[in-house]
């Protein structure tokens, strides 16, 4: 994984380009300055990146009762979380892809990606959890062994906010994800939108149609192998209907729910076409949403690219300011 998200460097070169500048003007302070002054220009510009506030990231664990086992999960906290005790922030639940887990973010480099939006004030200070969720699709599986969707609405969202000072309400709340991740943001938010005030989807694991084989005994295609059986073996066409967010989207009430997604052009499982079809029926019921398809495939540099546009979107969606409270 480590490998793959290093693709966040290309949206890191903000970053470079910001560091040329700074480099420049501070080689013209240097030649007009005297000599004993510089000695003490440099000696703060040595002290100041120590004593710059950074964000930092807890990853710990909880016990659910539902599932019967320990869920791990990781925290990016802000620079402003450890030095205002009174302060109380939004928070985003942002969900990992399949094959990935709670680290995905931390472990590969999102943990500079948004020190570097909250330095910059491109985003605003706010909380982002990531829960490991294996191979789930955020959903109660199809078996009833594993309920994970039952497990984030009744013990995670509450152990969470009541471990860290979150701000109260569905408008300080959002929830995204990428992929599988984008899937169950986008089933979670469309199922309780009581609960979430935004939602944010890069390449959600949106199928147009399901094939044929689904719901026969024929050798399933690579698109359906990747459900596993989380949607039965194999899948119950029912079933899938019930938690499918774009039939969600037709009836689910969604009118104050900010809504963002995107997916790449050549989407190596063809998502581009279910994301076309989310937009079409968002459309259709005027459900005001922000919707894109821009060049790229089912990968880390696609996601990599277009992370922060979801941030930015959450961020906006918080709100102007942080309460205190």
Known sequence: MNKRWRAVIHLAGRCRELSVVRATALAATIAAT???????????????????????????????????????????LPPSYD?????????LYFLHGLGENEQFLVRGGGLNLVEDLWEQHEIADYLIVTPAADSSFY????DGQARYEDFVIQEFLPF???RYRTRHGRAARGIGGISMGGYGALHLAFRHPELFGSVSAHSAALIERLPEAAGSNRPPTPGLRMLGNVFGAPVDRV??????????????????????????????????????????????????????????RHD?????????????????????????N
């Open 34 to 76: 005297p000599v004993v002054t510089l000695a003490v220009l440099i000696l703060v510009l040595a002290i100041a990146p120590m004593a710059q506030a950074t964000g930092r990231a807890d990853c710990l664990s909880l016990t659910s009762k539902i599932l019967r086992h320990s869920v791990g999960y990781c925290i990016l």
């Open 83 to 91: 030095v205002d005790a009174a302060r109380r922030y939004p928070i």
């Open 139 to 142: 959903i109660n599986s199809h």
């Open 160 to 162: 969470i906010e009541r």
């Open 239 to 296: 079933f899938w209907e019930r938690n499918d967010p774009l039939a969600l989207g037709r009836t689910a009430n969604l009118a104050a729910l900010k809504i963002y997604f995107d997916c790449g052009s050549e989407d190596d499982y063809g998502f581009e076409a279910g994301a076309a079809v989310l937009d079409k029926e968002l459309t259709a019921r005027r459900i005001a949403h922000e919707f894109h398809i821009y060049p790229g």
């Open 300 to 324: 880390w540099p696609y996601f990599a690219e277009h992370l922060h546009a979801s941030l930015e979107f959450e961020s906006q969606a918080f709100g102007p300011g942080n309460e205190k």
